[in-house]
């Protein structure tokens, strides 16, 4: 079965500093994909990136990058240059090839400071 | 703005009621997930359903059913609703490719209050 936890509730970073947000998973299956998303405080789930497991470089995507640690089946999310509008909740997920059931962490609550 | 759409936004009713949740999959997506978001069980997976079919199931109570319509819509009908199913319901959509799905896109969530 696959599992994704994420061991920080809340994490607060000061504006225009990166911030690291961590994530790791366990599955069985050597196929799978790797996303993080953001909810605001309204509500939507922003897809931000993404990584499979067969990638050979971290995935970047603007300000946001996945530090893709295979063997230790982490994927941890780096903002650089924190922005106040970054400040929500941040969400780690996990699919694998042959199964489209998308797990999601319990999240992470990023608060930016000015 | 991720293409998908649902409605209602908003939607309260009673105990024992029955609702129905709609969807519209982003232009191109042949796939449809429900997801429903709770304080005390997170973000679940309900079911997914890929051109019509269903595909994949997950904690979807049996009190709860889906489709998915020939023009790719999605409804979510929740019947002998219960305290318990208030919660913020989203739907996603993706294009699958050859190596298996991509990330999936959400639609802003139908929030439900049960009273």
């Known amino acids: 079965a696959q599992k994704i936890t994420q061991t920080q509730p809340g994490m607060f970073v000061q504006e225009k500093e990166a911030v690291t947000l961590d994530c790791t998973y366990d599955t069985s299956d050597p196929s799978y994909g790797l996303f993080w998303y953001k909810q605001p405080s309204s509500g939507e789930m922003i897809f931000l990136i993404y990584?499979?497991?067969?990638?050979?470089q971290n995935a970047t995507e603007g300000r946001y990058s996945l530090n893709f640690q295979k063997a230790r089946k982490s994927a941890n999310l780096v903002i650089s240059a924190s922005q106040l509008g970054d400040s929500a909740m941040y969400f780690c997920?996990?699919?694998?090839?042959?199964?489209?059931?998308?797990?999601f962490g319990a999240g992470t609550r990023l608060t930016v400071k000015p | 703005d991720s293409g998908v759409t649902q409605t209602p936004k908003h939607l309260i009713t009673a105990t024992g009621q029955r609702v129905t949740l709609r969807c519209s999959p982003r232009?191109?997506?042949?796939?449809v997930y429900w997801y429903q978001q709770s304080l005390d069980q997170g973000l679940q997976f309900l079911i997914q359903y890929y051109n019509g079919e269903e595909r994949a199931k997950g904690n979807i109570l049996e009190r709860f059913s889906a489709q998915q319509f020939p023009d790719l819509h999605s409804e979510l009908n929740l019947s002998s609703l219960e305290l318990g199913d208030s919660a913020l319901y989203f739907c996603?959509?993706?294009?699958?490719?050859?190596?298996?799905?991509?990330?999936?896109?959400f639609g802003p969530g139908t929030r439900l209050t049960v009273t």
């Open positions: 990584q499979g497991s067969y990638d050979q």
């Open positions: 232009s191109g997506d042949l796939s």
């Open positions: 996603a959509s993706s294009l699958e490719g050859a190596r298996g799905p991509r990330e999936q896109y």
């Open positions: 997920a996990m699919t694998q090839y042959n199964n489209n059931d998308m797990r």
